[in-house]
């Protein structure tokens, strides 16, 4: 019914940037509250920010300033803007969202810093 897919994610040298996608299938994104989260080995999933229906954005004071989320309705499509990235960041990402009180989660495309 709703099914989220993030792609983007690799192999990146501290200091470079990625940006991933997610692309939502039985859902309009523009209708909701898109968010994105990640979770590293041995760490609690980590909520990293959001979009709201009105394009309003809110970031986790951790990724503040270096992440930036966006939609391009058109496409259906929420993206991570990650620059500046520290080997800290490394983990698997995932986009969310809340549809009909219902939540539902991608695959996750792993991100990797090295040094």
């Known amino acids: 019914q709703v099914q989220l897919v993030e792609s983007g994610g690799g192999l990146v040298q501290a200091g470079g940037s990625l940006r991933l996608s997610c692309v939502a299938f039985?859902?309009?994104?523009?209708?909701?509250?898109m968010d994105w989260y990640r979770q590293a080995p041995g760490k609690q999933r980590e909520f990293l920010g959001e979009?709201?229906?009105?394009?309003?954005?809110t970031y986790a004071n951790s990724v503040k300033g270096r992440f930036t989320i966006s939609r391009d309705n058109a496409k259906n499509t929420v993206y991570l803007q990650m620059n500046n990235l520290r080997p800290e960041d490394t983990a698997v990402y995932y986009c969310?969202?809340?549809?009909?009180?219902?939540?539902?989660w991608g695959q996750g495309t792993q991100v990797t810093v090295s040094s």
């Open positions: 039985g859902t309009i994104i523009s209708s909701n509250v």
């Open positions: 969310h969202t809340l549809r009909a009180f219902r939540y539902y």
């Open positions: 979009i709201s229906s009105s394009g309003t954005t």
